[in-house]
């Protein structure tokens, strides 16, 4: 018989601007190995229906890229309908279309991904306090 594990954390974080990136893989990977699972998936979630989890390199230019390219499919004040409500339909639609979580695989008791893939919080809307939970499941 096989038992499963699950261990979950949540953690708060503060953004700084409206549209931010901050960097959470290091907390991430962290509490995979404290976590003591060998095989099984790290799933990571964003509490917020402004917000997104996104996989890229950590690289200024790049991050900067990320927002800009954000901006320009989703413009804020485009006529969209929500916007009557709390003039934020922009962040709710990228958050849509960009995902609210991601998961990897944990392998040998480690967060599995590659040289290059950072795991960002994306801030939609901010500044504001946000809630993101991590939950491993495995043997
Ligand atoms: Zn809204």
Redesign the pocket.
Known sequence: VTVLKAHFKEISLSTSKRLDLVDITEEVSSFVQECKIESGICLVTSLH??SAIVVNEHESGLMEDILRKVREEFPRGAGWH?DR?????D??LASVFLGHSKTFPVRDGRLERGMWQNIFFLEL?GPRTRRVLFEVMGV
């Not at 409500?85 to 339909?89: G, I, P, Q, Y």
């Open positions: 229906s402004t929500h409500v709390d003039d934020n339909a962040a709710h809307d």
